[in-house]
């Protein structure tokens, strides 16, 4: 079976900070995906960011970077310079069966973000 | 581009009651997904297709039906609805080939269903 799990079920950020929201998963495939979707208030399902498992350097999208650490199976976010926009949920998933859309997708984090 | 698009947008259902959501897509993608969220969750997959007259469960398919004619649309049947199955739904698309291409997902905005 594969699970993934955020432990931080809120979490908060002063404008301009920086945070990172933390995400394990647990997967038997040698070849998978890692994805942080934000969802804000509109619904909208959002790509942040992914990585491919085989890689062993960490993506990074302007503000937003992972820290990927295949052998503790950890995968977290952090977000630089955070602004009022980034207030959102923000999931953890993790892709399988050779597809990158059939998802497996953590509880999820809020972040607020203080101006 | 359009992308996924979803109606209606949002349902209030009876119990018993039956409904189709729908979805299209005009990327050509390939694969397309059916989600459910549910409050303080993640998505969980329903439904899920590979191309044109082929699908496959996902985790939750209980009480739910889907077929798909043609690459750009992927209704999703809900039959006898019920109270459990109150939740956000999600359509979803992406590309996916073998040692070569592929695209992520891309959701559609969400139906909010509720069964009373």
């Known amino acids: 079976a594969q699970t993934v799990t955020q432990s931080q079920p809120e979490m908060s950020v002063q404008e301009a900070e920086t945070v990172t929201l933390s995400c394990t998963y647990d997967?038997?495939?040698?070849?998978?995906?890692l994805f942080w979707y934000k969802q804000p208030p509109s619904r909208q399902m959002i790509l942040v960011i992914r990585?491919?498992?085989?890689?062993?350097q960490n993506a990074t999208e302007n503000r937003f970077s992972v820290n990927f650490q295949k052998a503790a199976k950890s995968f977290s976010l952090k977000i630089s310079d955070s602004q009022l926009g980034d207030a959102a949920m923000y999931f953890c998933a993790l892709s399988y069966g050779g597809s990158q859309g059939n998802l497996i997708f953590g509880k999820g984090t809020k972040l607020s973000v203080k101006p | 581009n359009a992308g996924v698009t979803q109606t209606p947008k949002f349902r209030i259902l009876k119990i018993g009651q039956s409904m189709t959501l729908q979805c299209t897509q005009d990327m050509n993608h390939n694969y397309m997904y059916w989600y459910r969220q549910d409050p303080g969750m993640g998505l969980k997959l329903i439904y899920y297709?590979?191309?044109?007259?082929?699908?496959d469960k996902g985790e939750v398919p209980n009480g739910y039906n889907v077929s798909r004619s043609t690459t750009e649309d992927f209704p999703l049947r809900l039959e006898l609805a019920a109270p459990s199955q109150t939740s956000v739904y999600f359509c979803?698309?992406?590309?996916?080939?073998?040692?070569?291409?592929?695209?992520?997902?891309?959701f559609g905005q969400g139906t909010r269903l509720t069964v009373v």
């Open positions: 997967t038997s495939e040698s070849d998978y995906y």
């Open positions: 979803a698309s992406s590309y996916s080939r073998t040692g070569g291409k592929y695209t992520e997902a891309f």
């Open positions: 297709s590979v191309g044109a007259g082929i699908t």
């Open positions: 990585q491919e498992a085989y890689k062993q």
